[in-house]
T-cell receptor
Framework: SQQGEEDPQALSIQEGENATMNCSYK?????LQWYRQNSGRGLVHLIL?????REKHSGRLRVTLDTSKKSSSLLITASRAADTASYFC???????????FGKGTKLSVIP | EPEVTQTPSHQVTQMGQEVILRCVPI?????FYWYRQILGQKVEFLVS????????KSEIFDDQFSVERPDGSNFTLKIRSTKLEDSAMYFC?????????????FGPGTRLTVL
């Protein structure tokens, strides 16, 4: 199974602090994506990083990918209360059509 | 900005009944997906659809499930005989290229409650 595992499962920080979430996986990937889900709502795509990329930025988001360690991290800088949500990594398997979400990190940003 | 829409937002049904969940993908997208999320659990892939046929399905997507693109805009998920354990949020998604290379855009979901 390609299952992604995020850690921590839950993270609580003060507004203005940085939040870092990690995703580890088991086998080779084609790309890795991060999604966000507000409670009871749909999933919103944040960023996609391909297996041949090491780092990507989008606004206050920074994603890194280490294929040798089979892990990725999502950094949200200068967090805001509106960033409170669950964050999921999404993996697509190399050479296959495996589509797998991780279990998610629940981020709470306290105003 | 174009978005994926889903109807209904909430469906309540009796065990054993058939339900059809509807999705309107983004108009120029060619790949369509269904996922489900049981309360408190992770999002699980059910099926992907391209060129009017299923391209991939998970072990969850058994004979009681079917998908269809009945016209040029709708994409439906049918559950033939619902079970209590089918209660979940069902998300439709679409992408321009396949999910292994491209971003998927998700709808807001349909909450299915089986009594």
């Amino acid at each position: 199974s390609q299952q992604g595992e995020e850690d921590p499962q839950a993270l609580s920080i003060q507004e203005g602090e940085n939040a870092t979430m990690n995703c580890s996986y088991k086998t080779s990937i084609n790309n890795l994506q991060w999604y966000r889900q507000n409670s009871g709502r749909g999933l919103v795509h944040l960023i996609l990083i391909r297996s041949n990329e090491r780092e990507k930025h989008s606004g206050r988001l920074r994603v890194t990918l280490d294929t040798s360690k089979k892990s990725s991290s999502l950094l949200i800088t200068a967090s805001r209360a509106a960033d409170t949500a669950s964050y999921f990594c999404f993996l697509t398997g190399a050479g296959s059509y495996q589509l797998t979400f991780g279990k998610g990190t629940k981020l709470s940003v306290i105003p | 900005e174009p978005e994926v829409t889903q109807t209904p937002s909430h469906q309540v049904t009796q065990m054993g009944q058939e339900v059809i969940l509807r999705c309107v993908p983004i108009s120029n997208h060619l790949y369509f997906y269904w996922y489900r999320q049981i309360l408190g659990q992770k999002v699980e892939f059910l099926v992907s659809f391209y060129n009017n046929e299923i391209s991939e399905k998970s072990e969850i997507f058994d004979d009681q499930f079917s998908v269809e693109r009945p016209d040029g805009s709708n994409f439906t998920l049918k559950i033939r005989s619902t079970k209590l354990e089918d209660s979940a949020m069902y998300f439709c998604a679409s992408s321009e290229a396949g999910a292994h290379v491209d971003t998927q855009y998700f709808g807001p979901g349909t909450r299915l409650t089986v009594l």
